[in-house]
């Protein structure tokens, strides 16, 4: 009798942005970058986090801009709408549904415990709204609803996926193996690239500093200019020290990931060369870098018609997994299905 090989189903990523401002530099390198690497291996999901973005408040037609602008972004970069699944958060309810439910087996000790919310609660004193509180639950259900093998972010993140590793634990420990539990994948290179005017601060979309953050749609000249006049120490080594020298080593950081070599093989290139040769050499980098993706983003966006068949259906991809994930769920908790 002839055997039928059940090939491997393959492990699932996913991972989102919110199209909270422009993307950035630290947008492109702590998370895009590393999720075009993903795109053979895994079968992957990536979203547009809308409903993550109005925890602080967005003027609708930006938000409207911005988040097709991130859509086409992604697709320029070089992610795969076909092989993957892209699409954008609001467009498959499931999400908020889930949210709700995950809510309920959250903590409000372990909700007040995150850094994020710390920081956004005092960055927006006169916004401290119930959404800014229970984002990470709606990050939980984007994750879970989806059964994620992995999940990559920057190191800002990471705190959050150890919360919905443990929502996750709790609601399987009460109901049985209803979630897969996730693991972070934090990238080696590039977790962290901060603002070039203040390098103690993460370059954020939400927090344009005009000169420390480069964005990735910035033309070839305001990125010369923003390196040239990136903030470095009176001293003259290149040589990677966060602490003492947090500057130089953002840049150093930076170059590695924008030409694809490591920290060391960065220091060793520059060895003896002064601060005035490297900030451009770094400028030039990234212009490469960012160059087709800005020409690729212009264009994809003259194409509304294509970009709109692109998420609708990224959107029904999405939404048969999650509704599943949604049913399951509902089924264990006693809700009548
Ligand atoms: P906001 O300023 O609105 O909080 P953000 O710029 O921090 O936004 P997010 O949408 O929160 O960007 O982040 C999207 C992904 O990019 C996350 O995985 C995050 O860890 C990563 N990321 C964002 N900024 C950086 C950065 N400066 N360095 C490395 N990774 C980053
Ligand atoms: N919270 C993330 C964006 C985000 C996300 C996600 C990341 C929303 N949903 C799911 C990974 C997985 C942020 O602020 N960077």
Redesign the pocket.
């Known amino acids: 009798m002839e055997q039928t090989t059940q090939p491997t189903p393959k492990k699932r990523i996913l ?7 422009e ?5 492109y ?4 970058r590393n999720w075009l690497a993903f795109q053979e291996e895994y079968e992957c999901v990536y979203c547009v ?1 809308d409903l ?2 109005i925890t ?1 408040r967005q003027d609708p037609k930006e938000l409207r801009r911005r988040s097709l602008e991130q859509l086409a972004t992604y697709i320029s970069s070089g992610l795969d709408y076909e092989k993957n699944i892209l699409f954008i958060q609001s467009h498959v309810p499931a999400h908020a549904e889930l949210s709700w439910m995950l809510g309920c087996y959250t903590m409000f000790g372990e909700l007040s415990r995150m850094t ?1 919310f710390k920081d ?1 609660s005092a960055k927006n004193a006169d916004n401290i709204n119930a959404g800014l509180f229970t984002y990470p639950v709606l990050m939980a259900a984007d994750i879970l609803i989806y059964n994620a093998d992995l999940v ?7 705190q959050h996926v150890e919360l919905t590793r443990d929502i996750a634990n709790r609601f399987n420990g009460v109901y049985g193996n209803v979630f897969k539990v996730p693991e972070a994948f ?2 080696p290179v ?6 070039l005017q203040n390098p103690e601060s ?6 344009v500093d005009a000169n420390g953050c480069v964005l990735l749609l910035d033309k070839p000249e305001d990125i010369m200019r923003k390196f040239k006049r990136a903030v470095t120490d009176s001293d003259r080594e290149i040589r990677f020290d966060r602490e003492n020298k947090p500057g130089i080593s953002n840049l150093i950081e930076i170059y590695a990931a924008a030409t694809g070599i490591t920290r060391e093989e960065t220091m060793a290139q520059f060895e003896g060369k002064s601060y005035g040769d490297f900030k451009p050499a770094v400028g030039e980098a990234v212009v490469e870098l960012l160059r087709p993706i800005r020409e690729n983003t212009e264009r994809l966006l003259k194409d509304k018609g294509e970009l709109e068949r692109i998420y609708k259906e990224g959107a029904m991809r999405a939404a048969h997994i999650a509704d599943r994930t949604v049913a399951k769920v509902k089924k264990k908790i006693g809700f009548i299905v």
């Open positions: 991972s989102a942005i919110k199209p909270s401002g993307l950035t530099l630290g947008s390198i702590g998370a895009i986090a993550h973005a602080v994020q956004k990559p972010v920057g190191d800002d993140q990471k934090v990238p590039g977790a962290r690239i901060m603002s993460k370059m954020s979309k939400s927090e």
